[in-house]
Nanobody
Framework: QVQLVESGGGLVQPGGSLRLSCAAS????????MAWYRQAPGNQRELVAR???????NYSDSVKGRFTLSRDNAKNTVYLQMNSLKPEDTAVYYC?????????WGQGTQVTVSS
């Protein structure tokens, strides 16, 4: 069982920045595929960014060039640096892990971009 704990959400003005963190349990973290998803009210959950165990990343078109996903295997943590935030980035952000064909989710952290 993998537990995920997110932090770093909050209220920010358009154009601002936030960094989300997700700490994972387990001794095999370096083998996890990690990702961030988000879900805005009335919308389906969508992939924001993903990092494979080898470190390769991919991003949704809507955040490419503004968000950066990284992982620190020594700390069992992934970070989502979000810059140039827009009101349409407002959503609950969920941390996700995949390991040995099983999916794990965090409880989510709210990000609100508003003036």
């Amino acid at each position: 069982q993998v537990q995920l704990v997110e932090s770093g959400g909050g209220l920010v003005q358009p154009g601002g920045s936030l960094r989300l963190s997700c700490a994972a349990s387990g001794s095999m973290f370096s083998y996890y595929t990690m990702a961030w998803y988000r879900q805005a009210p009335g919308n389906q959950r969508e992939l924001v960014a993903r990092v494979a165990s080898g470190g390769s990343t991919n991003y949704s078109d809507s955040v490419k060039g503004r968000f950066t996903l990284s992982r620190d295997n020594a700390k069992n943590t992934v970070y989502l640096q979000m810059n140039s935030l827009k009101p349409e980035d407002t959503a609950v952000y969920y941390c996700y892990a995949n390991f040995v064909t099983r999916d794990y989710w965090g409880q989510g952290t709210q990000v609100t971009v508003s003036s």
